[in-house]
Nanobody, 118 residues
Framework: QVQLVESGGGLVQPGGSLSLSCAAS????????MSWYRQAPGKQRELVAA????????NYADSVKGRFTISRDNSKNTVYLQMNSLKHEDTAVYYC???????????WGQGTQVTVSS
């Protein structure tokens, strides 16, 4: 059974840092491009960061460039999102996503809440 389980969310003050993890099971993560999305209340889900399955190429939403870093450790079947210099507007539920290039469909995690507040 395919599972993506996010962890690491929580409450942090503006300017602080959090590190999210996404543990994958039931499939071979090295065959999949992995991404982090987020959804704030009343807003659409948006792509935050993505990392390719080959070469580890990354791309980021403009709003998080220079502050967030996505990485993956295929030996641990885990994808990470390091978030620094957090802002109020980063408050959202963060979701892990896996897509196999060239094939339909995607896997999603259940999400982890990140709240940036003083």
């Amino acid at each position: 059974q395919v599972q993506l389980v996010e962890s690491g969310g929580g409450l942090v003050q503006p300017g602080g840092s959090l590190s999210l993890s996404c543990a994958a099971s039931g499939f071979i993560p090295s065959n999949y491009a992995m991404s982090w999305y987020r959804q704030a209340p009343g807003k659409q889900r948006e792509l935050v960061a993505a990392i390719s399955n080959i070469g580890g190429f990354t791309n980021y939403a403009d709003s998080v460039k220079g502050r967030f870093t996505i990485s993956r450790d295929n030996s641990k079947n885990t994808v990470y999102l390091q978030m620094n210099s957090l802002k109020h507007e980063d408050t959202a539920v963060y979701y892990c996503n896996a897509v196999r290039p060239g094939r339909p469909g995607a896997y999603w995690g259940q999400g982890t809440q990140v709240t940036v507040s003083s």
